[in-house]
C-alpha cells in the first residue's frame, strides 16, 4: 500500500446539512409500479428473473424490489447488470454500468434482513419520529438513512462511495473497485505506513463526529483502499450523537479501530482515541 493517504479538503465540501428531518420510508413508485404489472415491467421482471446473476431467492427480489430496479433503469441510474460483488445476511450488492461508470446497486431484503437489529439502531433516530413495525418500512427507513448518512459523511470531508439514487429497499452508490475485483478491506493488505493510515481514520472519525454521527460498527473490515485513499464503507447503521446509544457506539468503534492498529505497531488505544474526537469536536455547535 502507498504510504500517503490524502483527505478530503473541507473547504470545497458543502457544509453538513440537516439532516434531522423524518425520513420517509411509506410506499415508494416502485410498490405502485409492482401493484399495476404493467407489460413493459413485467417484461422487465421476466428477464431480470432469468439472469444467472440473480438466480436468488424471493426474498431478496419480491415484486416491488423489480420494481424499484425498473424504476431506477427508467430513471437513468442503471443501464446494465453485472455481477454479484457480496453476498450478505441483509443485502446482496452488485455491479451494474450507467452510461461508461460502473456503480454499485445494493440490495436489501425486505424478508431476510435482521428487523430486530436493524430496529436497534434506528429507534432513537431524531430522523425517524417512529417506525412501524413491520419489516418492509424498517429496511426502507434503513436504506433511506444510510443514502442520508453518505450525503453527510461526504459533505463532512469523509471519503465514502457517493450515493447516486435510493428506490425503496435499493441503494445506487460508487463502486469501488477495480479490474479485478472489489476493492480490498483494511483488513486485507499490508500497511506500509500504518501511523498514517490511522491519522487519516482518525480524522475521519472526528469528521463524521463533528458532522453529528457516529458509525456504529468501525474497524478493518468497513474501511477500504481505493486508488491509495481509505473509504468508509457500510454507514447503513449509522446515527446521529442524538441517538440514546451514540456514546456507546463511539465507544466500540474506537475500541476497534485502536485495537487493529495498535496491532499494526501504533501506540494507542480506545480510551486514547476517543479523548482525541472529545476533544477536537463539536457535533452541537450551530
Not at 124 to 139: L, M, N, Q, S, W
Not at 215 to 237: A, K
Request: net charge negative.
Amino acid at each position: 500500500m502507498d504510504e500517503e493517504y490524502g483527505l478530503l479538503d473541507t473547504d470545497e465540501t458543502d457544509a453538513p446539512g440537516d439532516e434531522w428531518e423524518e425520513i420517509d420510508y411509506s410506499d415508494t413508485e416502485a410498490d405502485r409500479i409492482a401493484r399495476e404489472r404493467d407489460r413493459k415491467f413485467s417484461q422487465f421482471r421476466d428477464r431480470i428473473k432469468d439472469a444467472d446473476q440473480f438466480k436468488v431467492t424471493e426474498s431478496v427480489f419480491d415484486d416491488a424490489t423489480y420494481g424499484a430496479l425498473y424504476k431506477l433503469v427508467q430513471d437513468g441510474h442503471i443501464d446494465a447488470f453485472g455481477g454479484p460483488i457480496s453476498t450478505g445476511k441483509e443485502a446482496n450488492v452488485y455491479t451494474a454500468l450507467a452510461g461508461d461508470k460502473e456503480v454499485a446497486v445494493k440490495i436489501y431484503r425486505i424478508n431476510a434482513s435482521d428487523f430486530r437489529e436493524m430496529g436497534e439502531y434506528l429507534e432513537g433516530d431524531p430522523r425517524f419520529e417512529e417506525v412501524a413495525g413491520t419489516k418492509k418500512a424498517v429496511v426502507v427507513g434503513w436504506v433511506r438513512k444510510e443514502f442520508a448518512n453518505l450525503q453527510r459523511a461526504r459533505a463532512a470531508g469523509v471519503r465514502v462511495p457517493e450515493p447516486i439514487a435510493v428506490e425503496r429497499n435499493v441503494l445506487v452508490m460508487e463502486y469501488l473497485g477495480a479490474e479485478d475485483g472489489r476493492a480490498k478491506r483494511l483488513a486485507e493488505v499490508s500497511i506500509e505506513n500504518p501511523e498514517t493510515a490511522y491519522e487519516v481514520v482518525r480524522e475521519y472519525m472526528y469528521r463524521l463526529y463533528d458532522a453529528g454521527i457516529v458509525h456504529g460498527d468501525l474497524s478493518e473490515y468497513n474501511i477500504v483502499v481505493q486508488d491509495s485513499e481509505l473509504y468508509v464503507i457500510d454507514v447503513g447503521q449509522a446515527v446521529t450523537v442524538h441517538h440514546p446509544n451514540s456514546e456507546d457506539f463511539l465507544i466500540r468503534d474506537c475500541e476497534n479501530v485502536a485495537a487493529f492498529f495498535n496491532r499494526q505497531g501504533v501506540d494507542t488505544d480506545g480510551d486514547q482515541l476517543l479523548a482525541y474526537i472529545h476533544e477536537h469536536a463539536n457535533p452541537t455547535e450551530d
